[in-house]
């Protein structure tokens, strides 16, 4: 695998962990307000 691959691999894994980061809480927090 090329170093530039591997760097865009790293890239996609960052931006999803970011997303999961600020995405997460706010649904917990939908859920405990619903329930």
Do not use: E, I
Not at 1 to 7: I, P, V
Not at 19 to 34: M, Q
């Amino acid at each position: 695998m090329s170093a530039y691959a591997l760097m865009r691999r790293a890239h996609a894994a960052h931006q999803l962990c970011a997303v999961y980061k600020t995405k997460y809480p706010y649904a917990l927090l939908f859920r405990s307000g619903r329930l």
